[in-house]
């Protein structure tokens, strides 16, 4: 899915186990396994960096079938709790700060456990900050339902 959008950026929001059980499995290289082999795809690690509010990972991905080869960035946001919210709203504009900046082509991919909480909020506070630098008139209901579709929920 990621490959066919040609999106270049996937917002993980959540950690792998949160209250003690698995919310997701991993699907990613990590230390100190390098690189995975994914049906059709080859991911390398190429870099791994813990920062204080999110981990960024890069990883090219690999297409056996046609040898073309893409950068792809894993963010994972480690500090928003499962049923609770982000200790201080500034972590998630600086996390959304940062993803702007990684993010060159295609959708961002956003997920979370279920695809609808963690992951919906992060792509509508994105939309209403963009919003609000261009000094537009903020609608939440109106974003939701004109972005919907751009963005990938999963």
């Known amino acids: 899915m990621v490959w066919e959008s040609e999106s270049d950026v996937i917002a993980m929001m959540?950690?792998?186990?949160?209250?003690?059980?698995?919310?997701?499995?991993?699907?990613?290289?990590?230390?100190?396994?390098d690189s995975i082999d994914l049906a059709n795809f080859h991911l390398r690690l190429d870099s791994y960096q813990i920062l204080e509010y999110f981990i960024s990972i890069s990883i090219s991905g690999f297409l056996f079938q046609t040898e073309e080869k893409r950068i792809i960035?894993?963010?994972?946001?480690?500090?928003?709790?499962?049923?609770?919210?982000?200790?201080?709203?500034?972590?998630?504009?600086?996390?959304?700060?940062?993803?702007?900046?990684?993010?060159?082509?295609?959708?961002?991919?956003?997920?979370?456990?279920?695809?609808?909480?963690?992951?919906?909020?992060?792509?509508?506070?994105e939309i209403l900050l963009s919003y609000i630098e261009k000094d537009l008139c903020v609608s939440i209901k109106q974003i939701i339902v004109k972005y919907y579709s751009k963005y990938k929920y999963y």
């Open 73 to 125: 960035r894993h963010l994972q946001f480690t500090t928003w709790p499962d049923h609770s919210t982000p200790k201080l709203a500034e972590q998630l504009v600086k996390f959304i700060c940062y993803m702007r900046k990684a993010h060159r082509t295609g959708p961002i991919v956003a997920h979370c456990s279920t695809g609808i909480g963690r992951s919906g909020v992060l792509l509508c506070v």
């Open 14 to 33: 959540m950690k792998e186990t949160e209250l003690g059980k698995v919310k997701c499995h991993r699907y990613w290289p990590e230390p100190p396994h």
